[in-house]
């Protein structure tokens, strides 16, 4: 079965959370899944769940310390080009119709350096300068952030212009409350390079419950980037 929208989700032991998002998705486009090192069983086989194709690839376990490759490597696993590509996280659920919903609002934006529209709206980051400096700017269905985390939706040439993810050199042992640093980068990196990144007025996916129990940052107590604005 032929499709238009790719799916790409790294994942590591939230096999419940993932398998819910995957019935989600499967029926709208074909999913690529990276297991970073998980142990449970994921059971995510085309013949189990309708929809298109499924592909899940195991590495050994990276953590936040190789994200950044493990994303490098996650993006590498289509074997076709398509026109519609969706970053979610493996914790997440999308809203009724949220291709719509993201596609109405990209094609809406008319800026010819857009890059990305971040598909996840938190309390905890709304407004929030993350990363680049860069005030946001309020549309009427959409706002410019100037940063993208992985939650986001883009075409082919966002792939092209982002290249190889270098390695992230951060001392977690020093600071373990520093993030994974991959979004970081590709943020800065697009805004210097002079693209626009956007967000969706509202959040077009829901944290599920295991989203408060972070994998990534044990540490983290507050949960307002759990919340999604909807």
Request: aromatic share 14%; net charge positive.
């Amino acid at each position: 079965m032929d499709c238009d929208i790719v799916f790409l989700i790294t994942t590591f032991d939230r096999a419940d959370s993932c398998r819910r998002l995957v019935k989600k998705l499967a029926p709208i486009g074909d999913i690529y899944i990276l297991n970073d090192g998980s142990e449970k069983e994921y059971n995510l086989e085309k013949s189990l769940l309708k929809g298109h194709e499924i592909t899940i690839v195991k590495q050994s376990h990276g953590g936040k310390r190789y994200y950044w490759k493990t994303v490098n490597r996650l993006w590498k696993l289509p074997e076709k080009r398509y026109k519609y590509y969706f970053m979610i996280p493996d914790d997440f659920l999308p809203v009724h119709d949220f291709t719509d919903k993201a596609l109405q609002t990209w094609k809406e934006i008319t800026d010819p350096k857009k890059i990305c529209l971040n598909t996840y709206v938190d309390q905890g980051r709304l407004n929030k300068d993350c990363w680049t400096g860069v005030k946001s700017v309020e549309y009427d269905n959409y706002r410019y952030t100037g940063w993208v985390d992985m939650c986001f939706m883009c075409e082919r040439r966002f792939f092209d212009v982002v290249g190889i993810i270098p390695q992230i050199n951060l001392n977690w042992n020093v600071n373990p409350q520093s993030s994974s640093g991959t979004g970081a980068h590709i943020s800065k990196l697009l805004n210097m390079k002079g693209y626009k990144m956007y967000q969706s007025k509202t959040s077009l996916f829901i944290p599920q419950k295991e989203a408060f129990d972070s994998k990534m940052n044990s540490w983290r107590k507050d949960d307002k980037i759990n919340i999604a604005v909807l």
